[in-house]
């Protein structure tokens, strides 16, 4: 696998604006599926110096999007050609409270709609969790997808596993990708087709750099070494099993992300923005402690040359929010190379409409001077 430097990727010419960015996974992905970035929105001061530190050429924005719409005329932006972003998930994630539109957090989305309006790119990006897709049943996401076809976009969304785009986790995300009208009839967009091989952890986790890690309470740890590589709670004696889970011991479903180790033929579970939370631990293979800030940006497929900013809780929270960087440059590409396409079609109808107009106008010349 490679973890090298960030690479310079030939630029398409096609220009990209990130809302929510965070510590830019998204951003970096597209970035190397050759957009440009004109703009980076983000709120957290932690997340903005990441994004500052690594890429002092990008222009990032600290800013809420209500006030940053409020103000829009006065950053002078150009046009774009992508509005992407994933608004905040924890409203609809299964590790949330999933309370949806309910929670200010869900409200944002709108917001992110009335840019979508305000700006008028040729499509948009958006990503979420897959407790998106079931809250309220599925009404909550039937009407997300209903407001952004009505804002004259024809959508497309897929749930896709990052496992499957040369990522060493399992991370599910819904990505619901949009085209304006306009172009939409020349649009052929498809989602990327799964790799043929699915990187494990033994792939990625070999000459990581030395960073900080959080550390188990002893109590924890002692518990921790008796669970084998790819075991849990199940692995443990049932009376500190019991003990362990609590209230958890009693409850249906099979409770695999408590006391969780992973093991190095395996991908690693979903990272989450912190690494030892009891019900979404995730233990290293061979030692007992969780993974460190290097190795958790491994699993996001982080270049190792991306630096953090901020606390090691505030490193911790921007790598478990991010997107895959992986995984954004696949939908990237696909979404790039759908645009250059649709490009290409306007170019040519124009270069076959212009003779046959003028022919046309020369015969009805002729006709009038018979």
């Not at 606390?311 to 590409?333: D, F, R």
Request: glycine share 8%.
């Amino acid at each position: 696998m490679n973890h090298s430097p960030q690479t310079r990727t030939l630029n398409s010419g096609l220009k990209v604006a990130e809302m929510f960015a965070g510590a830019g996974g998204l951003a970096l992905g597209l970035e190397k599926a050759g957009w440009e970035n004109v703009a980076c929105l983000e709120i957290d001061a932690n997340a903005c110096e990441t994004l500052k530190k690594n890429k002092p050429g990008w222009k990032v924005i600290r800013e809420d999007i209500t006030k940053f719409i409020a103000k829009f005329s006065t950053y002078n932006l150009p046009k774009i050609d992508l509005l992407s972003g994933g608004f905040p998930c924890q409203s609809f994630s299964f590790a949330g409270k999933k309370e949806g539109f309910q929670d200010k957090r869900g409200e944002i989305f709108h917001e992110f709609v009335k840019l979508l309006e305000l700006w008028q790119p040729k499509a948009f990006l958006v990503e979420n969790v897959r407790g998106m897709l079931t809250h309220e049943k599925g009404k909550t996401f039937k009407e997300i997808i209903k407001i952004l076809e009505s804002k004259n976009y024809q959508v497309q969304w897929k749930l896709l596993n990052a496992w499957d785009y040369g990522v060493a986790q399992k991370r599910e995300r819904v990505f619901i990708i949009g085209f304006h009208k306009n172009i939409s009839k020349n649009v052929n967009f498809s989602f990327p087709n799964p790799h043929a091989y699915k990187p494990v952890l033994k792939d990625i986790l070999n000459n990581v750099p030395i960073s900080l890690g959080t550390k188990y309470p002893k109590k924890k740890k002692k518990i921790l070494d008796l669970v084998p590589p790819g075991g849990c709670w199940r692995h443990l004696p049932p009376k500190i099993a019991k003990k362990y889970c609590g209230g958890s011991y009693h409850l249906d479903g099979g409770k695999t992300g408590i006391a969780r180790r992973i093991s190095w033929n395996e991908p690693s579970l979903a990272l989450t923005t912190s690494p030892q939370q009891k019900q979404t631990e995730r233990c290293h293979p061979d030692e007992t402690r969780p993974f460190t800030i290097r190795e958790y940006a491994r699993i996001q497929s982080f270049p190792d040359d991306w630096k953090f900013t901020g606390s090691l809780y505030s490193q911790y929270k921007q790598i478990g929010n991010a997107v895959p960087v992986n995984l954004a440059k696949e939908v990237g590409l696909a979404v790039k190379n759908a645009l250059i396409k649709e490009k290409e079609i306007k170019t040519y109808e124009s270069t076959i409409s212009t003779p046959i107009y003028q022919s046309r106008e020369l015969e009805k010349t002729l006709k009038r001077s018979l």
